[in-house]
């Protein structure tokens, strides 16, 4: 799946950016001349992308390319570290710098973006911070695996791989317990059930109906306190909506299992990175 992914989006984004030639490049640059190029941090960050670096050149030159990364995803890089060498051809280092760096550069955003939140729980193992479906269309496996890069999980990957009850199920269903009641009867029993709920009186009634997670949706740290002290470990919590840093600082020791944030991937900024050509003599 994400090969298949990996090499739509390469393409598109090769075919955006070049259409149908590099007029500078063609102009300035024979077609056997090869090069050498370095991208380097130009920021402290988390690095993540760098298969999609290699996956560039890869599919501009085939197998005429050398990729050396001078570190993994995940690392942490400090200003004017080398993220990796590419030799190459200088036409297909020069068409696909743009490219490469688009990736690595958005990629790299949310894995540090991730890790400043991750961070502030200080190495406990509880509350888990995950992320949302909230992301860039067709760029979902990518943006998932930086988050994990950056330290934090992954929630579900999308509709078919976990049930999540959430207000518009429930308002269609007519209610909490009807919409816990309906699922359970057509899911296999090796399925858990998450339900949205957006007060204490539908946390109740998820608690009355077992289901097995229960997203507090928007609620203040008084009622998410409140909840923690209802629940008493019948079920797994996880507070969702528009959760920020200082949320997460006020959460760390309430007794919450999982904090989903939409942010990681939806208002994560691009990092600064930047790429060095040579010609090789």
């Not at 640059?29 to 090869?34: A, L």
């Not at 550069?105 to 400043?116: K, M, P, V």
């Not at 999308?158 to 919409?179: E, M, Q, T, Y």
């Not at 996880?238 to 309430?254: P, Q, R, Y």
Request: net charge negative; hydrophobic share 40%.
């Amino acid at each position: 799946m994400k090969s298949m992914v990996t090499h739509t989006l390469i393409q598109m984004a090769l075919i955006e950016d070049i259409g149908n030639g590099d007029i500078t490049t063609g102009a300035l640059v024979k077609k056997d001349e090869r090069g050498i190029a370095k991208i380097f941090a130009r920021q402290e960050l988390i690095i993540a992308g760098l298969d999609m670096v290699s996956a560039v050149f890869g599919y501009l030159v085939s197998d005429n390319y050398q990729f050396e990364p001078r570190c993994q995803d995940g690392d942490k890089l400090i200003p004017n570290q080398i993220v990796c060498v590419i030799k190459s051809t200088l036409t297909s280092l020069l068409e696909g710098e743009r490219v490469a760096l688009n990736f690595l550069q958005r990629l790299s955003g949310i894995a540090t973006t991730t890790r400043d939140y991750v961070n502030i729980l200080d190495n406990r193992t509880k509350p888990v911070i995950v992320d949302t479906r909230k992301t860039t269309p067709g760029w979902r496996t990518l943006e998932k695996e930086a988050v994990r890069a950056g330290g934090a999980k992954n929630h579900r990957m999308g509709l078919f791989d976990g049930v999540l009850i959430k207000d518009n199920h429930i308002c269609i269903c007519g209610g909490v317990i009807p919409a816990i009641e309906q699922v359970r009867k057509e899911i296999s029993h090796l399925s858990k059930i998450e339900v949205e709920v957006e007060n204490l009186k539908q946390l109740e009634q998820a608690l009355s109906a077992k289901a097995d997670v229960i997203m507090l949706d928007n609620m203040s740290i008084d009622e998410i306190h409140q909840a923690v002290k209802i629940v008493n470990g019948r079920a797994l919590l996880e507070v969702s909506g528009g959760v920020t840093k200082a949320h997460v600082e006020k959460l760390v020791d309430s007794g919450i299992d999982i904090i989903s944030i939409g942010g990681l991937t939806h208002s994560a900024m691009a990092v600064d990175l930047s790429m060095d050509i040579q010609k090789m003599e």
